[in-house]
T-cell receptor, first 114, second 114 residues
């Protein structure tokens, strides 16, 4: 079954600290993996997108890693800010000949406290 | 500014009523998508359209209908047949017809059934 599981479900950290969010998937055949940030009541915004051959990609203080062998990805946030408080969604694309299909994780809710 | 707009931001519906959610994009994207987001769950695909005057059912199409008469517009109608319509609805688009291209999301519409 094609699934994307994220952990933890929620996380509280202090401003300035680092954190790492996890994503495990069982999607096949794999096309790409992306991380989105979703502020409360808003649409998701893309942070990173990685293909099979990429094992790390950064976007400012956000660094995503991908291990295609173990089918795991992580999103590391460095020097967290209050504005990082949001839900982070891992999305894996399953390749199909027609259009491709996105499999969404349930998200990790991050709260950054002062 | 280029982007995706959704309206209204909040929508209230009485049981038995049909309501239509608007989605417009000025990105000149080919494909458009409608998702439903419920608390603690990943986004689920309702309908998608890869080209004008054509659309396909997603994973949870029952109780919904769409049209794609113009490239920039993809309205979603929530019919009275949808038994549990209260949710956050997100519209997205991709350049090119494939869903595994980068998806850009609108700000969402929160629908509440009274």
């Amino acid at each position: 079954k094609n699934q994307v599981e994220q952990s933890p479900q929620s996380l509280i950290i202090l401003e300035g600290k680092n954190c790492t969010l996890q994503c495990n998937y069982t999607v096949s055949p794999f096309s790409n993996l992306r991380w989105y940030k979703q502020d409360t009541g808003r649409g998701p915004v893309s942070l990173t997108i990685m293909t099979f051959s990429e094992n790390t990609k950064s976007n400012g203080r956000y660094t995503a890693t991908l291990d295609a062998d173990t089918k795991q990805s992580s999103l590391h946030i460095t020097a967290s800010q209050l504005s990082d408080s949001a839900s982070y969604i891992c999305v894996v694309s399953r390749f199909t000949s027609n259009t491709g299909k996105l499999i969404f994780g349930q998200g990790t809710t991050l709260q950054v406290k002062p | 500014d280029g982007g995706i707009t959704q309206s209204p931001k909040y929508l209230f519906r009485k049981e038995g009523q049909n309501v239509t959610l608007s989605c417009e994009q000025n990105l000149n994207h080919d494909a458009m998508y409608w998702y439903r987001q419920d608390p603690g769950q990943g986004l689920r695909l309702i309908y998608y359209s890869q080209i004008v005057n054509d659309f396909q059912k997603g994973d949870i199409a029952e109780g919904y209908s769409v049209s794609r008469e113009k490239k920039e517009s993809f309205p979603l109608t929530v019919t009275s047949a949808q038994k549990n319509p209260t949710a956050f609805y997100l519209c997205a688009s991709t350049k090119g017809p494939r869903a595994d291209n980068e998806q850009f999301f609108g700000p969402g519409t929160r629908l509440t059934v009274l």
